[in-house]
């Protein structure tokens, strides 16, 4: 899979400077993260972030962007011979949306910072949305061609599939009652595969 770039000129797959964000907003949240704590735990000047991050926002959008990327790509299980494109995209989310709601960047930034969701949620796309359409767009394009996958307009496809998939990373907890077996995560994320089956099968 090509690496996802942001800032125009490296790779963030592996970056200390991310790393070290990272730490930060794990360790005491967004709101109480600097600049100059992030430089001092990377061990590099503030000048040298400002280079190639105007604020702490852009910085933590794209220490985010890393982040979920890295659950949505692993979470897509290898191709095997007999696993069509339409099951590894409905297994690939049903484990993406467990995966993200217990990375513990996620529940900081649900628990300490959840204003910094709302704008992605209400108002526009962010690049980690944009990024995780990305992903939508080419395995749906590869499930229309083996057949898997209903044929429908490829990008109002993906958005449908992240619309719903981001309703239950975000919004399960105020569904779910996790002393019956009926209605706890497990039983809803079932719900999520037969939804995610029912919408691709052709």
């Not at 600097?34 to 040298?48: H, K």
């Not at 190639?52 to 897509?76: C, K, Q, S, Y």
């Amino acid at each position: 899979m090509t690496p996802i770039r942001h800032n125009g000129t490296e790779d963030t797959e592996s970056d200390p400077i991310l790393d070290a964000v990272r730490d930060c907003v794990l360790a005491v949240g967004v709101r109480r993260t600097t600049l100059a704590d992030v430089a001092r735990r990377a061990g590099v000047s503030r000048m040298t972030l400002y280079r190639r991050w105007p604020d702490l926002r852009t910085l933590v959008g794209d220490l985010m962007t890393r982040e979920w990327i890295d659950v949505a790509t692993r979470a897509i299980p290898e191709p095997a011979p007999g696993l069509d494109t339409r099951t590894r995209m409905v297994e690939g989310l049903v484990a993406g949306v467990e995966a993200f709601r217990a990375h513990p960047l996620f529940h900081k930034i649900v628990d300490v910072d959840p204003e910094l969701l709302l704008p992605y949620v209400l108002d526009r796309r962010g690049a980690s949305q944009l990024a995780l359409l990305a992903l939508l767009t080419e395995s749906l394009r590869e499930g229309h061609e083996d057949g898997s996958v209903r044929r429908a307009h490829t990008e109002r496809q993906a958005r449908a599939l992240l619309l719903t998939v981001q309703s239950f990373t975000l919004s399960l907890r105020t569904m779910t009652d996790e002393d019956d077996p009926e209605l706890d995560s497990a039983a809803f994320l079932g719900e999520l595969r037969t939804l995610l089956e029912r919408i691709l099968r052709p």
